[in-house]
């Protein structure tokens, strides 16, 4: 595992540690506004065990991210025995308009839709419907006889691929756990993920129907069952759930998950009444290129399972406390609590490779190296003392490429939600967030 790189700008440590008294407008804002889509607030952060002194770092931290310009503005909220113990606005919501961030903005939550898909692909494996266990051309028909790519380098340097037969199907616990043999189109070396470029894999005028056919005429990157790659695997996922349930992946989620647990602010795109309340990134990297990433009122013909989805801060909250409760929230249940401790366990095989560009996710891999492994649409932490970065075992996380992230522990009973839009700060964020939340742990 090469050294962890991802490195916070700025030497703001004195006033991170210090915590700041005031901010300048903008910089922070509506801590003391009541979370949209309801939630319950402790009175202080002391009632869930938590630390206001040792909360002020963090905050203090946050404005000075802002400040120095590594995010443009973010919504973090903390979520302890079942009270919401912190809830803060930094920086701006529209950097081009000048507009402050608002505890209500609605973000681009890129992947943090795969636990949202995975949910409905296990509400139907409960229902009867389908089992976690079958191949997936069982309901995708295109993907039998599916073969594997095998790179071979060529004596003019030049590399091809030979395709050999699948040693075993591909299932629907493959897709959950990405070792479906799929992958993520790249630009590059690597002849199969070129050819995904080359094939428009993904476009965001296909229909999931229409990305199936295109995945199918395509060697897979590595045998069934054997590799952790990430990869469009959660999107042949909302095919699967299309296929199954009748209904259209944005349909089944609106009527079976995201309106059952009213967060109404959560769906594949924002009406345009709605549109004051997008996110918006700013420019960023060595060239100061402003990131493409679509206007939340976009509402794009692919319905991607993978990363296709708008929420808020408040409204991921409320699916972190439905987790946290077992499969249940405000007496609405929609599996059950063995089906959410089937989910968040391990389901990669002692000694399973990662990927072999997949060490870009550094301490948040799901290597053993790190002590983490992936379940059903969740990376999951296996072991204490592998990892650099603070949490406990059963703890478990995702995050999405334009920055927000999420994880959920278990063992302290808490969730962290933060929502921004920053390609750029989104890996040593997560590692800020880790260090900085579970120092403010008192009790």
């Known amino acids: 595992m090469k050294r962890i790189t991802a490195t916070l700008a700025g030497s703001a440590l004195?006033?991170?540690?210090?915590?700041?008294a005031s901010a300048p407008a903008g910089m922070t804002g509506r801590g003391?506004?009541?979370?949209?889509?309801?939630?319950?607030?402790?009175?202080?952060?002391?009632?869930?065990?938590?630390s206001s002194a040792r909360l002020a770092r963090l905050t203090g931290r946050m404005q000075q991210g802002v400040a120095n310009g590594e995010l443009p503005g973010a919504v973090l909220v903390i979520g302890r025995h079942g009270k919401i113990a912190y809830q803060e606005t930094?920086?701006?919501?529209?950097?081009?308009?000048?507009?402050?961030?608002t505890?209500?903005?609605?973000?681009?939550?890129?992947?943090?839709?795969?636990p949202i898909t995975s949910l409905a692909i296990m509400m139907l494996a409960e229902e009867g419907r389908l089992s976690i266990a079958d191949p997936a051309s069982k309901y995708l028909p295109e993907f039998a006889g599916l073969k594997v790519g095998v790179v071979k380098p060529g004596a003019d340097g030049k590399a091809s691929v030979v395709t050999e037969a699948a040693r075993n199907p591909m299932t629907v616990q493959d897709l959950l756990r990405h070792t479906s043999g799929l992958t993520y189109g790249s630009a590059g070396?690597?002849?199969?993920?070129?050819?995904y470029v080359d094939a428009k894999v993904g476009d965001r005028n296909d229909s999931n129907a229409v990305l199936v056919t295109k995945l199918s005429k395509l060697p897979l990157v590595y045998q069934p069952g054997t590799t952790w790659e990430y990869s469009l695997s959660t999107d042949v996922l909302g095919r699967i759930v299309e296929v199954v349930s009748g209904q259209s992946l944005d349909r089944f989620v609106a009527e079976r998950i995201t309106g059952p647990l009213k967060m109404r602010d959560t769906g594949y795109s924002a009406p345009m009444s709605n549109a004051a309340r997008g996110a918006r990134p700013h420019a960023e990297g060595p060239k100061k290129v402003v990131p493409n990433i679509p206007v939340v009122t976009d509402d794009l013909p692919f319905k991607s399972g993978g990363g296709g989805m708008v929420s808020t801060a408040a409204d991921y909250a409320r699916f972190c406390q439905?987790?946290?409760?077992g499969g249940?929230?405000?007496?609405?249940?929609l599996v059950s609590r063995k089906t959410i401790e089937l989910m968040t366990a391990n389901h990669l095989p002692p000694g399973t490779p990662i990927g072999a560009d997949m060490y870009r996710f550094e301490a948040l891999a799901p290597s053993a190296d790190m002590g983490q492994g992936f379940g059903l649409g969740y990376a999951v932490r296996t072991d204490t003392g592998?990892?650099?970065?603070p949490g406990s075992s059963g703890d478990y996380f995702w995050g999405g490429a334009f920055g927000t992230f999420f994880w959920i522990d278990p063992q302290e009973n808490m969730y962290v939600v933060l929502m921004m839009q920053s390609p750029q700060a989104r890996l040593p964020y997560r590692y800020l967030l880790r260090q900085m939340v579970y120092q403010a742990v008192d009790k």
């Open 32 to 50: 003391a506004a009541p979370l949209a889509a309801g939630g319950v607030k402790a009175a202080t952060p002391e009632e869930v065990g938590l």
């Open 14 to 20: 004195i006033c991170a540690l210090t915590a700041c």
């Open 103 to 114: 505890p209500d903005a609605i973000f681009r939550i890129a992947s943090m839709s795969k």
């Open 386 to 389: 592998r990892n650099p970065l």
């Open 90 to 101: 930094f920086g701006l919501r529209d950097p081009q308009a000048g507009a402050s961030m």
């Open 328 to 333: 249940e929230l405000d007496g609405v249940r």
């Open 322 to 325: 439905f987790m946290l409760n």
């Open 189 to 195: 070396a690597n002849p199969i993920k070129q050819a």
